[in-house]
């Protein structure tokens, strides 16, 4: 499993709500990695989180990044280009690429406002105790629990940068 670029460390904490307990997950330091996310009351083994954050990043830029939205923010892309400014990102050609920039380009502090953008709350629960939430989350990494997603109104990320 490759390792993010750097130290991710809290990008989740006080998002993710312990589903055993209700507690906000902590993030503690762990070894040379970045870290865990464990529940306060210790209710539950504590979790890596770079895998956590690499699967809510994964959600998040899945529902962000639609084909419509790459279409559209392409565009914009071409004019700023045209216009001379420099993004500190640039806007993302397809879900790999913003894949990408999540694990490679982004630090906490640009993954955690993304998250932060989306959802309300997101919840893990123990494996195998409610159905997978997500559509493709069928994906082998599970054995750490099931996510609840609690998305802000959809299409927020689109409308933002549209001003009407
Ligand atoms: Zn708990």
């Given at each position: 499993m490759p390792a993010p670029g750097g130290a991710s460390s809290s990008v989740l904490a006080g998002t993710v709500l312990c589903g055993g307990c209700g507690e906000p997950l902590v993030h503690r330091e762990a070894g040379a990695a970045a870290g865990v996310y464990a529940c306060p009351s210790g209710c539950r083994p504590p979790v890596p989180a770079a895998e956590l954050d690499r699967r809510v990043g994964r959600a998040v830029l899945e529902r962000m990044w639609t084909a419509d939205t790459l279409a559209r923010m392409a565009a914009a892309q071409e004019l700023l280009d045209r216009l001379g400014y420099g993004l500190?990102?640039?806007?993302?050609?397809?879900l790999k690429h913003a894949l990408y920039q999540w694990e490679h380009e982004f630090d906490d502090e640009t993954r955690r406002a993304l998250v932060q953008d989306a959802v309300i709350v997101i919840v893990l629960f123990p494996a195998?105790?409610?159905?997978?939430?997500?559509?493709?989350?069928?994906?082998?990494?599970?054995s750490d629990g099931e996510l609840f997603l609690g998305w802000r109104r959809v299409r927020a990320a689109a409308t933002a940068v549209r001003k009407e």
């Open positions: 500190h990102h640039r806007v993302p050609v397809s195998a105790r409610l159905p997978a939430a997500g559509p493709d989350s069928a994906d082998s990494a599970d």
